[in-house]
């Protein structure tokens, strides 16, 4: 079985600082793991995803995330936030077979003059 | 067609009501998935289509909830007898391969009155 546990449901940070959305999971298989990312009445859109191979995985809108296998983590981050990054972000695990994607329960991400 | 595609995009029905729910994936994309995205709740696994084999319908809430997918494209997901907790925004997904990744469509928003 999988899990996630996304740290914060609610993260503020000014624009031009550093973004970091933390993302834990939990998985008896070696894990697949994907942030997407929600504007309002919208669907999800896939930020990034890493399956095997290099551990750095770079994604649209400059974002991007490493999986820690040592510290169970997927933290998504961004050096520099913009206004229009403002959004709920989702962080899942899928166990790399013909499987379901199981969810975090989102971080919201403001973004403040 | 150039994403997924989910109709209606709202719908407003009465307690003790049916509805369908349809969902049209991107073309060649062999596996679909349904998710429920309420408050509270976050996203919810319904069910998964892969091919013709037979699909997972693990996160079906209960019996009054229904999908099929017909000719391996498009499909329909059935709520019968609609309850107030049925109200959510359901999102269909699709992917070319198991891996994950889906393509998720805007969802339609369910309320029931």
């Known amino acids: 079985a999988q899990s996630v546990t996304q740290l914060g449901s609610h993260v503020s940070v000014s624009e031009g600082a550093l973004v970091l959305l933390r993302c834990n999971y939990s998985?008896?298989?070696?894990?697949?793991l994907f942030w997407y990312v929600q504007y309002p009445n919208q669907g999800l859109q896939l930020l990034l995803k890493?399956?095997?191979?290099?551990?750095l995985v770079k994604g649209i809108n400059g974002f991007e995330a490493e999986f820690k296998k040592s510290e169970t983590s997927f933290h998504l981050t961004k050096p520099s936030a913009h206004m229009s990054d403002a959004a709920e972000y989702f962080c899942?695990?899928?166990?790399?077979?013909?499987?379901?994607?199981?969810f975090g329960t989102g971080t919201r991400l403001q973004v403040t003059l | 067609g150039a994403g997924v595609s989910q109709s209606p995009s709202n719908k407003v029905t009465e307690k003790g009501k049916d509805v369908e729910l349809r969902c049209d994936p991107i073309s060649g994309h062999t596996a679909l998935y349904w998710y429920r995205q309420s408050l509270g709740q976050g996203l919810e696994f319904l069910i998964y289509f892969q091919g013709n084999s037979a699909p997972d319908k693990s996160g079906l809430p209960s019996d009054r909830f229904s999908a099929e997918r017909t000719g391996g494209s498009v499909s329909t997901l059935t709520i019968q007898r609609t309850q107030q907790e049925d109200s959510a925004v359901y999102l269909c997904a699709s992917s070319p391969r198991w891996e994950g990744g889906y393509t998720f469509g805007s969802g339609t928003r369910l309320t029931v009155v």
């Open positions: 890493y399956t095997t191979g290099a551990t």
């Open positions: 899942a695990v899928s166990a790399g077979t013909a499987s379901k994607l199981t």
């Open positions: 998985s008896s298989v070696p894990p697949y």
